[in-house]
């Protein structure tokens, strides 16, 4: 049995090793994207160059799909054989170590690097291997980072928690991507802006990462109980969670993924591309001097505390029933995206940005919480798979598709200072993100039919 009190040990090893997996999530998915875009592209790259190799738009899209390809295979064998091997903190720590190393290694690309190390002299050629060298690389970055935070660490969070103290661990996790979301755009910005170098960024980060790997050798422990061995073979047990009769004896499980699954594609229509939005679309039409006016300083205050309040409220109510928080969570979500498709204006984004955050941060815990409710606690490693198939392979091949055709319907163009002209994202894609969140109430609805319970559904079976 679990024990339902978190050590302080326990508490320092989730909240250092979930805030520093969400910060070089954070950098992948948010500054990966403005490195390609920023540095790479638009760095000095020549018209010609920029139309005979791949639109950029494409392939943050291509990069973002790969990427997550790679998760969800790394996580379903990773995760299977942390369970097999009985082992968590091996994976966990040494993975971080080199997850920190191959995400310093990028401050190393260039297309100068690039052009010399592959001994390149055509523009074209040059720029196209240099994009193709960043999207390879984020993938081997994507591998030590979803086996060691994806599968293992998720996997391990699971074995050493409860569903009674679940929501409380899952509402600091939904904290920790806003706070790393803010440490990565503090810093990330004077990166964007050009103020230091990406490898300045990507050293500093990866280094950071390197440390959390080092200290865990120390600090992590195997959990408790021991995880139950399969007499099936390994492949017998990677597949497991694709068998008829799992699905049907953890329906819960599989609807709360589903969930997860609808919830996850909206964000990714809009999230690869939103630091982009906010730099060439949004902040342009701002004057410099009335960025620092009153009125912005105003509506970002009424947003957080309209965050801050929501967020509490209908977390408080979760805590009775789950869907007490999701269903109305699921509202907010929708209504603040519309809300971002007509906001052309610093102020109106603001402002929308705050239901658009009540949704999202409300949905994350709650569906995440249940997901590890519903987890069979003796085949965690084996489920992260499956989670992530949910969570990323789907979201994050369909979102930012969806993304780039819907802005790509409406263009936006700008000249960067080289005089070349780029695409840039446009709010179509809130619209787009908003008719998906939609969907959430279809698996959402039967969940709702069959309750929260953990136990009830092994009633049933």
């Keep these: 049995m679990h024990n339902k009190k978190i050590s302080g040990r326990l508490w320092f090893n989730m909240i250092l090793f979930g805030l520093v997996g969400q910060l070089a999530w954070n950098v992948e998915n948010m500054y990966f994207n403005t490195f390609l875009y920023n540095s790479i592209y638009s760095g000095g790259a020549s018209q010609a160059a920029i139309d005979g190799t791949i639109p950029v738009m494409s392939a943050i899209s291509i990069m973002v799909a790969l990427s997550a390809a790679t998760a969800v295979i790394t996580t379903f064998v990773m995760g299977t054989l942390s369970d097999r091997l009985n082992r968590r903190k091996l994976f966990i720590s040494v993975g971080y170590i080199i997850w920190g190393v191959i995400t310093a290694l990028f401050g190393l690309i260039s297309r100068d690097h690039i052009a010399a190390l592959f001994h390149l002299s055509d523009e074209v050629k040059i720029l196209t ?192 029933n789950k869907v007490y928080a999701m269903a109305p969570g699921t509202v907010c979500f929708v209504l603040g995206l519309f809300a971002l498709f007509f906001a052309h204006d610093l102020r109106a984004v603001l402002l929308a940005v705050a239901p658009t955050v009540v949704g999202y941060a409300v949905l994350m815990i709650m569906i995440n919480a249940s997901v590890r409710d519903f987890t069979p606690e003796d085949k965690a490693g084996q489920f992260q798979g499956v989670r992530m198939i949910f969570a990323v392979l789907l979201p994050m091949v369909i979102g930012p598709m969806l993304g780039n055709f819907s802005s790509s319907a409406s263009a936006v163009t700008y000249t960067d200072e080289f005089g070349v002209s780029q695409n840039a994202p446009t709010s179509a894609m809130f619209l787009c993100a908003a008719i998906v969140a939609v969907l959430v109430f279809l698996p959402l609805g039967f969940l709702i039919k069959k309750g929260f319970t953990p136990t009830a559904e092994e009633n049933e079976a």
């Design 129 to 320: 291997a240099t994009v193709w060298t960043v999207i390879l690389m984020d993938c081997l970055m994507t591998f030590m980072g979803s086996t060691s935070n994806d599968s293992v660490f998720n996997a391990w969070v699971t074995d050493v928690t409860a569903p009674e103290n679940r929501p409380k661990v899952e509402t600091v996790f939904a904290a920790l991507p806003i706070v790393a979301m803010g440490a990565v755009v503090g810093v990330g910005s004077f990166a964007q802006s050009g103020a230091i170098g990406y490898d300045v960024f990507f050293l500093g980060l990866g280094g950071f990462v390197v440390l959390c790997g080092v200290v865990g050798l120390f600090t992590l422990e195997e959990p408790k109980h021991r995880i139950r061995q399969s007499n099936a073979n390994y492949w017998s047990d990677l597949f497991y969670g694709f068998r008829p009769s799992v699905i049907r004896t953890h329906k819960r499980l599989y609807l709360t993924l589903a969930t997860l699954g609808f919830f996850s594609i909206a964000v990714q229509v809009f999230f690869p591309y939103l630091l982009i939005y906010l730099q060439y679309v949004i902040l342009p039409g701002v004057p410099a001097m009335d960025l620092w006016g009153v009125s912005y300083y105003l509506c970002a205050a009424v947003s957080v505390a309209v965050m801050l309040g929501g967020i509490i409220l209908l977390l408080k109510l979760g805590g009775k």
